[in-house]
């Protein structure tokens, strides 16, 4: 009986994630930003991202994900240039991605971001998701 309860919760869930069997997930935009945090500013940079610009962009119609990663180590072909962090945006369209740039909270945010660089020769870089 436990194992028919924990069925039926897998499947609510991956229903409420919009992820049901058979389901074709929702294609979207990626854009990734290849970024240089300077060390000496990488916890500033961290502590806005995740407490001023994520809540921020996640309040914007067609967000759906926000992520920094930060570059552990290349295991084949190389890393890219001096990145040491990698920005991760989804939304629902370009055209929606487009908009949120456009708000004056992201006019805020990004610079403050900006701030922690080392420089602003970034990557960006735009995926469909296929």
């Known amino acids: ?14 229903a409420g994630a919009g992820l049901a069997l058979g389901q074709t997930p929702k294609r979207h935009i990626l854009l990734h930003v290849d970024l240089t945090v300077n060390p000496e500013r990488e916890k500033v ?15 914007q119609p067609g967000y759906m994900d926000v992520r920094i990663l930060k570059l552990r180590t290349a ?8 990145a040491n962090y990698r920005f991760v945006l989804a939304f629902e369209s370009e055209e929606l991605r487009q908009k949120w740039v456009a708000t004056e909270i992201h006019g805020k945010l990004w610079p403050e971001l900006e701030r922690c660089l080392s420089h602003k020769n970034y990557n960006v870089l735009l995926y469909d998701i296929a």
């Not at 610009?53 to 996640?58: I, L, M, Q, V």
């Open 75 to 82: 295991l084949a072909g190389k890393a890219p240039g001096d």
């Open 45 to 59: 940079f961290v502590g806005k991202f995740h407490s001023a610009f994520k809540p921020a962009a996640a309040k």
């Open 1 to 14: 009986m436990q194992r028919r309860t924990y069925l039926k919760s897998v499947l609510a869930a991956g």
